[in-house]
């Protein structure tokens, strides 16, 4: 049995990572004995000078065996921890001020299950998770670290470690994940008027051109009540799945809203200018009013949907660090 286990070690030896993974070869395993360890080797010599003192055969037989169930330990610490495959998941963009989330994969290719793996930055052991892999299968951990500032934020160090099963040693190694997460800037609080352009109401919409109908649409919060089509909502009853509806017109001196960060007061700090629009940003998406934007080298059309509205936001999070890797 021992002989197999070594030939597996060895076959995860010749593995190599790719794709941002990497297998935790005992090369990249390390162990020492914790706290009950050490005790325990106390009591282990304890119990042998006092069956040497009084020359206790039965006292012998039950030091070496209780040694021999620490060697045993120690294999199954170092085997619990070895051979597991570590892939970064998905990391989403956040705003300045949130807690980013990296998600980290661990694959288990072996035929025993791998219990009580603690997964963690290593700067903070209480922000540690633990996480049990079955066999042949894998488990998925999310580490939250804290986004300060707008950019790139890359994931530092991570630090795996287990003390399965007896705790008496201390297996442990750690990984550094190719992950990076977008960090936009943290929207400007109050929100100050969107820029509007022409004609417009207090609801956002031109007060021209009303009369060109151009279908019906999803209700989108701060449209006008008066643009709600009654007569399809009667239609539709709520157990059908029905839902609120406004009628769309199009045409006319329709309000224009140009997101410009060159006609933002000079005065402003450039991080208060960034967050006001990317309060804008959200703003308009949030009251489906198409807007163009306008940063450095960066223009874009008037548009909506989640596509204008990630592209907007990077560029506002890069802005004088497009350098950065």
């Known amino acids: 049995m021992l002989e197999a286990f070594w030939r597996r070690v060895f076959r995860f030896e010749r593995r190599k990572a790719r794709d941002g993974e990497v297998v935790l070869t005992l090369r990249r395993v390390y162990i020492l004995p914790a706290r009950a360890g050490l005790a325990f080797t106390v009591l282990l010599l304890l119990m ?3 069956a040497t003192n009084y020359t206790l055969g039965l006292g012998f037989a039950l030091t070496f065996l209780a040694a021999s169930c620490a060697m045993a330990d120690m294999l199954l610490t170092v085997k619990n921890l070895a051979g597991l495959r570590l892939a970064g998941g998905r ?9 980013a989330q990296f998600e980290i994969h661990l694959h288990n290719a072996g035929n025993a299950d791998r219990y009580a793996i603690r997964v963690g930055f290593g700067t ?3 922000a540690e998770h633990a996480a049990d892999v079955p066999a042949r299968g894998s488990a998925a951990v999310a ?9 790139w934020l890359r994931a530092p160090r991570i630090h795996l470690e287990t003390r399965f099963p007896l705790g008496l040693f201390r297996a442990w190694s750690w990984w550094q994940p190719d992950l990076r997460v977008l960090v936009y800037p943290h929207p400007e609080t109050p929100a100050q008027p969107l820029p509007m352009r022409g004609a417009a109401s207090e609801e956002g919409h031109g007060e021209v051109g009303l009369d060109n109908f151009a279908g019906i649409r999803s209700y989108q919060p701060g ?23 406004t009628k769309h017109f199009e045409g006319g001196a329709v309000a224009e809203l140009a997101l410009d960060f060159a006609l933002l007061p000079q005065h402003l700090d450039v991080e208060v200018r960034l967050a006001r629009m990317t309060r804008w940003v959200l703003e308009a998406e949030q009251r489906a009013l198409p807007y163009s ?15 204008h509205r990630a592209a907007c936001l990077q560029a506002l999070a890069l802005y004088g660090r497009e350098a950065a890797p």
């Not at 990391?91 to 807690?99: L, R, S």
């Not at 580490?143 to 950019?151: I, M, N, S, V, Y």
């Not at 449209?223 to 509806?245: N, S």
């Open 48 to 50: 042998l000078v006092g």
């Open 91 to 99: 990391a989403a963009p956040v705003f300045a001020g949130d807690a």
């Open 124 to 126: 903070d052991a209480a």
């Open 143 to 151: 580490l939250a670290l804290p986004a300060r500032e707008r950019g």
């Open 223 to 245: 449209d006008p009540m008066r643009h709600l089509a009654w007569r399809q909502i009667a239609r539709l009853a709520p157990e059908d799945g029905g839902q609120l509806v």
């Open 293 to 307: 934007f306008r940063l450095g080298g960066h223009t874009y059309a008037a548009g909506l949907g989640d596509a």
